[in-house]
């Protein structure tokens, strides 16, 4: 725990949501249960695994002495989650969570949701994945799958996207996504679709073909998704969605799966695609094993034949 403890002692105050210790990557030996995120103006403690409250206690301590010395007369906002594989509980420390609970990142507002569940409305890790897609949309009709509250599409017509469909299963997500899209001057700018992609693919099919199309659905989620089975039916589809010179984002986020299972999976169902590079995971999430990190791959489909003359 005296990594985390240490961390603790030379926080700077954070303006972007971010994480700040990333125990799980396995650089801080007795830390891998532990991460530390900031959501301004909260920040977010997890333990995946067993804990105690002595424990929870030192390390409140520790961030309340830090936090008076950065941000003096200020209260602590602090949130605990507990996760394990059949069980979680999150519950609030210290301070309160501002509701709504809006963060930034990169100039980017986005709406936060701490104390509902294990997932919190952003993804921290996903950061480069934005970058990229802002870097590219240009001009671009892009397909969102697996959109969750909408980040990617969000990045994407801030890129100058001409187009973005964003599909999810879940309706609440969606319209979180709307929020994040009028949070940004987007209003308008997207369509949203509650939709089951393996129940019909006809909706999707229809509206391209894509110039990007963002694969991103969790790595196990019963009735929804499983990468094992599920990721190879969908890439089956995927050079049917994609514009001739148009870009796949292939995103797996399993410890257990390594970048070879997509690649494998690739040149199995979509092996017209063309590998152009594996994406960077931001530095806070530095990983002994770059397998077990996040998996962003981008893949291309060839350009339309020039034709010769004859």
């Not at 929020?179 to 393996?198: E, K, S, Y």
């Not at 990721?231 to 589809?237: D, G, K, M, Q, S």
């Not at 152009?276 to 996040?294: G, I, M, V």
Request: with cysteine.
């Amino acid at each position: 725990m005296q990594a985390l403890l240490d961390t603790m002692a030379q926080l700077t105050r954070s303006t972007d949501a971010q994480r700040v210790f990333h125990g799980r990557g396995g650089q801080h030996p007795g830390c891998e249960r532990w991460t530390l995120d900031a959501y301004p103006p909260v920040w977010l403690l997890t333990c995946f695994g067993d804990t105690d409250e002595p424990t929870v206690a030192t390390l409140q301590a520790a961030l309340a002495a830090r936090w008076q010395a950065i941000a003096p007369g200020e209260p602590l906002n602090l949130v605990l989650q507990l996760r394990q594989p059949n069980h979680s509980e999150t519950r609030l420390l210290c301070g309160a969570v501002p509701e709504p609970h809006e963060v930034s990142e990169a100039g980017v507002r986005y709406r936060a949701h701490l104390l509902r569940g294990q997932n919190h409305g952003l993804f921290l890790d996903m950061a480069e994945g934005r970058r990229w897609l802002r870097g590219h949309a240009q001009g671009a009709k892009v397909l969102n799958l697996f959109a969750y509250t909408c980040a990617f599409s969000v990045a994407a017509l801030q890129g100058g996207a001409r187009s973005v469909l964003n599909v999810d299963m879940a309706s609440g997500a969606l319209a979180t996504g709307q929020q994040n899209h009028a949070l940004n001057g987007l209003t308008g700018r997207a369509r949203f679709l509650p939709h089951d992609i393996f129940k019909s693919w006809g909706k999707l099919t229809r509206g391209g073909p894509y110039d990007i199309v963002v694969v991103d659905p969790p790595s196990y989620q019963k009735g929804s998704f499983v990468a094992t089975k599920d990721y190879a039916r969908l890439l089956r589809r995927l050079p049917d969605l994609l514009a001739p010179d148009g870009r796949a984002m292939l995103c797996l986020n399993a410890p257990e799966l390594g970048s070879d299972f997509l690649h494998g999976l690739v040149r199995d169902h979509a092996p017209g695609l063309t590998f152009e590079q594996r994406l960077p995971n931001p530095a806070a999430f530095a990983d002994t094993d770059p397998e077990r990190a996040l998996k962003v791959l981008i893949y291309r489909e060839p350009p339309l034949a020039t034709p010769t003359a004859g």
